[in-house]
């Protein structure tokens, strides 16, 4: 029993040491982002205002409002983009079908 008692003790003092010495941490976000020049880096350069309204409004066609590169730069660097898709009242969104993949 007076064996245990050593290796139990010094189990946790390894424990506590490598503990304290684990750190992990999100990188900066503005590491993610490539910033052109002479463009300043604030709230408005992270926020898109393209889509505010768009669901306040129903459409007589369908409609597509989209945030690229070319409305939104702050998507530089980061390989995505969005898209609202608004299809009228009494529209219809059809199925996705690929002909190829169900051979």
């Given at each position: 029993?007076?064996?245990?008692?050593?290796?139990?003790?010094?189990?946790?003092?390894?424990?506590?040491?490598?503990?304290?010495?684990?750190v992990a941490s999100?990188?900066?976000?503005?590491?993610?982002?490539?910033?052109?020049?002479?463009?300043?880096?604030?709230?408005?350069?992270?926020?898109?205002?393209?889509?505010?309204?768009?669901?306040?409004?129903?459409?007589?066609?369908?409609?597509?409002?989209?945030?690229?590169?070319?409305?939104?730069?702050?998507?530089?660097?980061q390989c995505v983009?969005?898209?609202?898709?608004?299809?009228?009242?009494?529209?219809?969104?059809?199925?996705?079908?690929?002909?190829?993949?169900c051979s």
């Amino acid at each position: 029993m007076n064996s245990i008692k050593p290796i139990s003790s010094f189990l946790f003092l390894l424990a506590l040491v490598i503990a304290q010495n684990v750190v992990a941490s999100d990188p900066d976000i503005l590491s993610d982002f490539i910033v052109a020049t002479n463009t300043s880096v604030d709230g408005k350069f992270f926020t898109s205002t393209g889509a505010r309204g768009v669901l306040t409004k129903f459409p007589q066609n369908f409609t597509l409002t989209k945030a690229t590169l070319n409305e939104f730069p702050a998507l530089n660097g980061q390989c995505v983009s969005y898209a609202v898709l608004q299809f009228p009242s009494d529209g219809l969104n059809p199925p996705l079908v690929l002909l190829n993949s169900c051979s």
